[in-house]
C-alpha cells in the first residue's frame, strides 16, 4: 500500500493521519506486507512532506507490517540527515523499515528551491547520493570519518523508485530493489522493467531482481459503484494536469460523461495501469497485470472518499489477491 494521506474535503490534516493509520491497521490484519508513505510539498489535499515523521507514527501504530518510504526525494536532503532519520526509525522499529528513494523533487519549482536552496542536482549528484546512503548505512569502518548515528550498521533496505529508464539502470547496476511509478506514469513500465531486469547485478543485499509496480486500485461490490468512487481520483487527477489542485472530493455520478475527450483520454492515461471493478473485474486486472509485469509485488494506491469505503476496497483486494499469492507460494515450494 502506498499512502499520499490524503485530506478530504471538509476535514482536516489531523483527520487524514488518523485515517492513515487506521487503513495501515487495515492492512496488516489483512496480510499487506508492505505501508509506505509518499513525500510531496505544498500541495493542496496531500499531507505527507514530513514523510519519515509519519514513517515512525504508522510504525508506532502497527505491530508487524514493513513501514518505509515510496519515496524521500533525495534531492531535497543531504543523504546524512536522511540516513540519520531511517537508521533512527530501524532502530526503533527493527527489521520493519524500507528506504525507497526517488530524484524528482515532489512539488512545484518554487518550494523546490526552498527546500534545495538553490542547489542544482544532476543525475551524477543522485547516484552519489545513494552510494552515499548505502555507505552511510552498512557497517562502520575502522577509520571512517563520517558516521551516521543512528545509522551506522542498520541496513535499511533500500528501494530505488522512477518512472523512467535511468532508476531502472541505476538500481540494476547498484543491485537494488526496483518501484516503478506506474500509479501514475504508466507509459515506460515495461520498458523500464525489461531494463531493470536485464541489468541486473547481483549485490550483497539482493541476490536476483525484485519490482514493485504502482498500482491504483477502487474496488466495490460492483463495477458500477467502483466507477462512481473512482470519481474523486478522476477528479483529483483533472486537478493535477490542469493546475487547479483541491482536496479529495465526493464522488460525483457520471463525472467522467461531463469531461471533454481529451479530458478523459487525459485521465484514461494517467490510470492506465489501475484496475477498477467489482471483485470479478479486480481479480481478472490484477491478474493480468501480474502475468504482463511478472511483478514481485504490487504497491496499492486507493484513495476513496469514504475511509470506510476505503478498507472495503482493500478487502476485496486482498480477496483477489490471495489465489495469486497461493500459486506463486505453491510454485516456489515446489522449485526447491
Known amino acids: ?33 508492505r505501508y509506505w508513505l509518499a ?28 513501514v518505509g518510504s515510496g519515496g524521500i526525494m533525495l534531492p531535497n ?12 526509525l530501524a532502530e526503533l522499529y ?20 526552498a527546500l534545495r ?36 550498521g542498520t541496513h535499511v533496505p533500500i528501494w530505488l523508485l522512477g518512472s523512467s529508464l535511468f532508476s531502472a539502470r541505476l538500481a540494476a547496476e547498484r543491485g537494488l530493489s526496483f518501484a516503478f511509478a506506474s500509479h501514475f506514469a504508466p507509459g515506460l513500465l515495461l520498458q523500464a522493467l525489461d531494463v531493470y531486469r ?42 493535477i494536469l490542469t493546475g487547479s489542485r483541491r482536496r479529495l472530493q465526493p464522488p460525483q455520478a457520471h463525472y467522467m460523461a461531463q469531461l471533454q475527450p481529451q479530458e478523459r483520454n487525459a485521465i ?17 486486472g490484477l491478474s493480468e497485470l501480474a502475468r504482463v509485469t511478472q511483478a514481485d509485488e504490487f504497491m496499492l494506491v486507493c484513495d476513496i472518499f469514504d475511509p470506510a469505503l476505503r478498507l472495503r476496497s482493500l478487502d476485496i483486494a486482498a480477496a483477489a489477491m490471495r489465489p495469486l499469492v497461493e500459486n506463486v507460494e505453491n510454485a516456489e515450494r515446489s522449485s526447491s
Open 77 to 88: 536532503h543531504a543523504p546524512l540527515v536522511v540516513a540519520e532519520a531511517f537508521g533512527t
Open 268 to 284: 484514461a492515461d494517467f490510470l492506465a495501469a489501475a484496475v477498477i471493478g467489482g471483485p470479478d473485474t479486480v481479480r481478472r
Open 39 to 66: 513525500e510531496h510539498h505544498n500541495m493542496v489535499g496531500i499531507a505527507c512532506s514530513a514523510t519519515a515523521v509519519l514513517v515512525g507514527h504508522i510504525a508506532g501504530g502497527t505491530q508487524r507490517i514493513r
Open 94 to 113: 527493527p527489521d520493519r523499515i524500507d528506504l525507497g528513494l526517488g530524484r524528482a523533487p515532489g512539488t512545484d519549482g518554487a518550494t523546490m528551491r
Open 117 to 152: 536552496r538553490d542547489r542544482v542536482e544532476s543525475e551524477d549528484d543522485y547516484s552519489r547520493d545513494v552510494l552515499e546512503l548505502q555507505y552511510l548505512l552498512g557497517d562502520a569502518q575502522p577509520g571512517q570519518r563520517l558516521v551516521a548515528m543512528p545509522g551506522a
Open 1 to 33: 500500500m502506498l499512502d499520499l494521506v490524503s485530506v478530504r474535503e471538509g476535514t482536516s490534516v489531523a483527520d487524514a493521519i488518523a485515517v492513515a493509520l487506521r487503513t495501515a491497521q487495515h492492512a496488516e490484519s489483512l496480510g499487506f506486507k
Open 198 to 239: 536485464s541489468r541486473f547485478k547481483p549485490s550483497a543485499t539482493l541476490a536476483q531482481p525484485r519490482v514493485a509496480i504502482g498500482v491504483p486500485l477502487i474496488a466495490a461490490p460492483t463495477d458500477e459503484e467502483a466507477d462512481f468512487l473512482a470519481s474523486s481520483t478522476y477528479q483529483r487527477i483533472l486537478g
